[in-house]
C-alpha cells in the first residue's frame, strides 16, 4: 500500500505571495490532518479534515486554509505570506479520526518565505 | 491548555550506549504515542500506549506508560547510528469544538558510531 504523498517537496516563495500544497493519503484513510514544524515551536496542530468536512482546527490565522476533495485528498493553502510561515507542512492521514486512530505522516513539503 | 515536555532536548551517546527519554504533563491522556522522525522525512509512529502502567517492547525499544497516565518513558538498549532521529511523544486532546493531537517539545538523538 502507498503512503502518504505529498508535493511539492521543497518550494520558495516570497512575502505576500501564497502558496498552495497538496497531499495524498493512503488509500481507504479519510482523515487528512495539517501540521506545521518549525524548531522554534515544534509540531503544530492546523486543522483536519474528514469525508471532505473540516472537522477540527488548530490556533492559526485565517490565512491558513484548507479543503479535502471527495477522493479523501487534500489542499492546504497559505495567503499573504509572512518569514515566519517558513517551516515544514506535515500532512498524516488516519482511517478514522486524528485523536483516535494512528497517523501516517507523508514526508512533508519544505516552505521557505523571503 | 494541555502540554507534554519531553527531557532531555538533545542526547548524544556512543553507539551501544543505553538511554531514556521522557514525556512528562500535568494532564492526563487517554493514551500516548511515540513517533520517530529521520532528518528530511515525516514522523514515523512507533508505538502507542493506552493502559497506565504498560510496557510494550519494540525489538531494542521499551515504552512505559505512566500508572496515573501523564507521563511515558522510551528506554534504548544498546543504541545504534541507525537509532538516531527525533524522537516525540504525543497525545490526543479533546476540548470543545477542537480535537487534537498535541507533541511534545522532542528529544533529538544522534549515535555516533
Known amino acids: 500500500k502507498a503512503g502518504v504523498t505529498q508535493t511539492p517537496r521543497y518550494l520558495i516563495k516570497t512575502r505576500g505571495q501564497q502558496v498552495t500544497l497538496s497531499c495524498s493519503p493512503i488509500?481507504?484513510?479519510?482523515?487528512v490532518s495539517w501540521y506545521q514544524q518549525t524548531p522554534g515551536q515544534g509540531l503544530q496542530f492546523l486543522f483536519e479534515?474528514?469525508?471532505?468536512?473540516?472537522?477540527n482546527k488548530g490556533n492559526f490565522p485565517g490565512r491558513f486554509s484548507g479543503r479535502q476533495f471527495s477522493n479523501s485528498r487534500s489542499e492546504m493553502n497559505v495567503s499573504t505570506l509572512e518569514l515566519g510561515d517558513s517551516a515544514l507542512y506535515l500532512c498524516a492521514s488516519s482511517l478514522g479520526g486524528m485523536s483516535s486512530y494512528e497517523q501516517y505522516f507523508g514526508p512533508g513539503t519544505r516552505l521557505t518565505v523571503t | 491548555t494541555q502540554l507534554l515536555e519531553q527531557s532531555p532536548q538533545f542526547l548524544s551517546i556512543q553507539e551501544g550506549e543505553n538511554l531514556t527519554v521522557y514525556c512528562n504533563s500535568s494532564?492526563?491522556?487517554?493514551?500516548l504515542q511515540w513517533y520517530r522522525q529521520e532528518p528530511g522525512e515525516g514522523p514515523v509512529l512507533l508505538v502507542t500506549?493506552?493502559?497506565?502502567?504498560e510496557v510494550k517492547k519494540l525489538k531494542r525499544l521499551t515504552f512505559q506508560f505512566g500508572d496515573a497516565r501523564k507521563d511515558s518513558s522510551l528506554h534504548i538498549t544498546a543504541a545504534q547510528p541507525g537509532d538516531t532521529g527525533l524522537y516525540l511523544c504525543?497525545?490526543?486532546?479533546?476540548?470543545?469544538?477542537?480535537?487534537?493531537?498535541?507533541f511534545g517539545t522532542g528529544t533529538l538523538l544522534a549515535v555516533q558510531p
Open positions: 488509500s481507504g484513510h479519510r482523515s
Open positions: 494532564s492526563v491522556f487517554s493514551s
Open positions: 504525543a497525545g490526543p486532546t479533546y476540548g470543545g469544538a477542537t480535537n487534537k493531537l498535541i
Open positions: 500506549v493506552v493502559t497506565g502502567g
Open positions: 479534515y474528514f469525508s471532505e468536512t473540516q472537522r
